[in-house]
């Protein structure tokens, strides 16, 4: 029996083609990256600091949503963040 707590692969594809609720599938994993920040924001600055960081991306709400774990390493030391994104069906839209 299919857990209702996840979609099969071909449901997963055909919602994607049909209503974008799977957007943001391909964001699935743990992935080393490299951020990028303003050293001043909302200042006009156009200097960028870069340094590396981890994201884990995984599915919540039966794949109406998913949430970033973040572990950002910048030179004034390592923090966590997080990220929400919500899709709601009625509209086909995206929240974060």
Do not use: Q
Request: hydrophobic fraction near 40%; charged fraction near 25%.
């Amino acid at each position: 029996m299919p857990s209702p707590f996840s979609k099969s692969s071909a449901d997963a594809a055909a919602s994607t083609l049909a209503d974008g609720s799977g957007d943001f599938e391909f964001l699935a994993g743990r992935w080393m990256v490299r951020h990028r920040r303003l050293r001043r924001r909302l200042a006009g600055d156009t200097v960028w600091d870069e340094f590396p960081g981890i994201c884990e991306s995984l599915p919540v709400v039966g794949g109406l949503g998913n949430i970033d774990h973040n572990y950002l390493e910048p030179p004034a030391g390592t923090y966590r963040a997080a990220t929400l994104r919500l899709f709601e069906p009625g509209t086909r839209l995206w929240s974060i």
